[in-house]
Structure formats: C-alpha cells, structure tokens
C-alpha cells in the first residue's frame, strides 16, 4: 500500500491519518516533537526538525505522497521535498498563504474583496500606513501569526511605538500588514478541495465563533442567506482553480453588512491551506469528512460528496429550516470534563491525546448533531 508522508504531527495530522488508515493508506509523521499526537494513530514517524535535509531525503524515499498540516512550516524543505516526491499542495500555495501581504494581494487580484490594507516595513511606514487606512485598523505581523498572536487594534489612543514593537517582537517578524478594522456582523468560513483531475468541491458555510482569538464554536450550516452560501462556494472555487491547489483550503471570511444597501457581503480575511478546525465537523457531519477529502485528493482519487449527512443536500437542509450542527472545542483544562458528553445524544466526542492542558490549547472537541 502507499504511504502519504505528513509534516506535521498534531491534530490535524492525526485526524488526516485516521482518514488515510480508513481508506487503507499508511502515514508517515515528520516533527521535530518527541510524542506528537498524529503518531499514536500513524504507522510510521520521523522525529527531526524541519531543515534536517539528510533526514528529508529518507522521508521522502519511504513515501509516496507529502502533505502538511500548518502554514506556518519552513517553505524551503517543503520546496526542496517537491524535488523528490509529489507534494500537495504546491508550496508556491503555501508562500502565499504564510505572507499577508502577499495573501491579500492575490485575493484581490481575482476580484475578491478583502479589508483596505498596507505594506508596514518599519515604524516610520506604520505612520503613513495609517494615513491611508484610518482608524480603527489592526496591525498584524505578515508572517508567523496564529491564534491571533502578534496583532494588535490600533485606535488613535493607543501607543504606536508600543504596537509595533510588540507585533514584531511576539513573532520575530520584521514585517508587519495594516489592516482596516472591519466591524462584522460574524465570522464565517468555507472549505474547498480540489482533486489532481481538477475538480472541486466546497464544503458547506460555517459561522465560527471565536473567543480570545481561538475558535470556540462552529456552526454549520450558517444561518445565513442562501446567496452568501453561493458566494462563498464561487470565492472558494476561485481561489482553489486559480492557484491550482491539489488538497483542501479553507477561506476565512467576515460577514459584513452593508449599512447603505443592508445587503449582507463577504470579505476574505486569511487562507490555510490544509484541513480546519472550522472543518472538523465534518467528520460526522458531512458524506466525506475534510480529512478523507484531503486523501482523495492528493491520491488523485475522486473526490467525495460533500452533503450533509442523512444525505440531505445543503439546499433542502437550508430550506428545511433544520437546526445546526455544532462544533465545540475543548481548550486547555476543559478536556478533562470529557465524560458527560459520552452521555448526550448525537455527540461526538474527539480526543488528540497531547500531553500538556495549558490553557487555550486545543485538546480535542466535540460535534454536536440535531
Ligand atoms: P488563525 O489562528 O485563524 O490563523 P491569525 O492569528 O492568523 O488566526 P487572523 O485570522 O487574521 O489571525 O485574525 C484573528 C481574528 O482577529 C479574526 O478571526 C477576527 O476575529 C479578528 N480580525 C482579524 N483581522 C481583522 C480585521 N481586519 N478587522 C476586524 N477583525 C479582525
Ligand atoms: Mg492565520
Ligand atoms: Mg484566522
């Protein structure tokens, strides 16, 4: 059987393994942690930093396919492995997505709108940068952020020097982007996958909701009209064809109102690509989960339907006024009150087996279907 080679070993990874065992795949884990989640669920792991190239070389001789389970990796193995072995998706995609800037230019460069921004080189930019954009507006650093780490709103009461320095510092990043702050009505996300033969499904919209920057609660379907469900698969599809991905991406996007028209409208704000938290109900909720799609294809398989499970399409769920499914993440210590949800009806339960609970770390979570 073939082996798909992961570089990454967290949650993500473990539940693309999962996936791949089902199908009847082997994974490979690459890391540098000792006991990362993925290889308690994986066949085989390779323990090394990312720029280890000897220990890169035999990786890619013991795989058939690479993938990778955060945007944040060095792009420079990643590149380098695409010499060796078939990686998917491409790490041109990957440059992208770990560099605002450049990520916002893209988007906007296939008439997607996404919040006003600004290039911010060095203090004395930050300054014109402001000029351009207004207040409120938020400055995050261009590469390396998650979880909302090295951001910061900026109103005119807030201290510019003290921002700047803290975006920088918190990242190590010596570029930052300015964005316009966009007061949305709620936050939302969708999940394309696009298969070697070029075909593309999107998963259906979600609403997320976050709390201290980390994603608490998905819902899925959004409650939402139907046309932005529409133009969430079109900006999706998009994105997915115009850059040639082969694997899944999701689109984080803002729901904005409007308030001349009252018309509801939706703004990219950033890309992953790779599987989602906002995506992980779809192991039960959905025919294909995220997980399996990513197999499918990046095995050059076909990909798998994307309804919603009982085989009810997007649209009659919608019109049926069903209520949602929804996903819960279980941060820090609140992966210990586990065992009341293995009593509720229509809950699932997923644990990552990652030793440490600090707080805000995710640690598993639960689905929770109608
Ligand atoms: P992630 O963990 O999703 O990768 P991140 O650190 O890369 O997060 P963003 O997704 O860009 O950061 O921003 C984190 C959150 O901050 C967003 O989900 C949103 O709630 C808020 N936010 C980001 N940009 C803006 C903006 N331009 N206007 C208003 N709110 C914003
Ligand atoms: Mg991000
Ligand atoms: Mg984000």
Redesign the pocket.
């Known amino acids: 059987g073939s082996v798909i080679g992961i570089l990454g070993g967290g949650q993500l990874a473990r539940m693309t393994a999962i996936a791949a065992a089902q199908l009847g795949y082997k994974t490979h884990i690459f890391c540098p942690e000792s006991d990362p989640s993925a290889t308690h669920v994986s066949t085989y792991f390779t323990k090394s930093n990312y720029n280890n190239y000897s220990a890169l070389d035999s990786f890619a001789k013991q795989v058939d396919v690479v993938t990778y389970e955060f945007e944040n990796i060095m792009v420079e193995p990643v590149e380098y492995l695409t010499t060796k072995v078939a990686v998917f998706p491409d790490p041109k995609i990957l440059k992208t997505c770990q560099d605002?800037v450049m990520e916002k230019t893209f988007i906007q460069s296939l008439d997607i709108p996404t919040?006003k921004f600004q290039s911010v080189e060095s203090f004395e930019g930050l300054k014109s940068a402001i000029e351009k954009i207004g207040y409120p507006a938020?400055l995050?650093s261009n590469t390396m952020?998650?979880?909302?780490?090295?951001?910061v709103k900026l109103t005119d009461s807030v201290d510019l020097e003290q921002a700047w320095k803290k975006v920088t510092s918190e990242t190590s990043a010596s570029k930052a982007i300015l964005?316009?702050?966009?007061?949305?009505e709620s936050?939302a996300s969708v999940i394309v996958a696009r298969g070697l033969d070029g075909s593309e499904l999107t998963f259906p919209l979600v609403t997320?909701k976050?709390r201290n920057?980390?994603?608490r609660q998905t819902i899925a379907p959004a409650q939402l009209p139907e046309s932005l469900h529409r133009q969430a698969r079109e900006i999706g599809n998009k994105i997915a064809r115009s850059n040639g991905l082969v694997g899944v991406l999701a689109v984080?996007l803002?729901v904005v109102k409007n308030q001349t028209t009252g018309d509801y409208q939706l703004l990219v704000?950033?890309l992953?690509p790779r599987p989602h938290n906002s995506g992980h109900w779809t192991i039960e909720g959905c025919v294909t989960s995220q997980f399996e799609q990513l197999i499918r294809c990046v095995c050059g398989l076909p990909l798998g339907s994307v309804d919603l499970m009982k085989r009810i399409t997007e649209e009659e769920y919608i019109q049926q006024q069903l209520p949602p499914i929804v996903m819960t993440n279980l941060l820090g210590a609140e992966v210990n009150s586990w065992e009341k949800t293995l009593q509720t009806k229509g809950s699932h339960l997923h644990i990552y087996a990652k030793g440490d609970a600090r707080e805000g770390r995710k640690m598993g979570h639960i689905t929770q279907l109608p």
């Open positions: 605002r919040a938020i995050k952020g998650y979880d909302g780490k090295g951001q964005e316009q702050y966009i007061e949305f936050e997320n976050h920057h980390i994603l984080e803002f704000n950033e992953a």
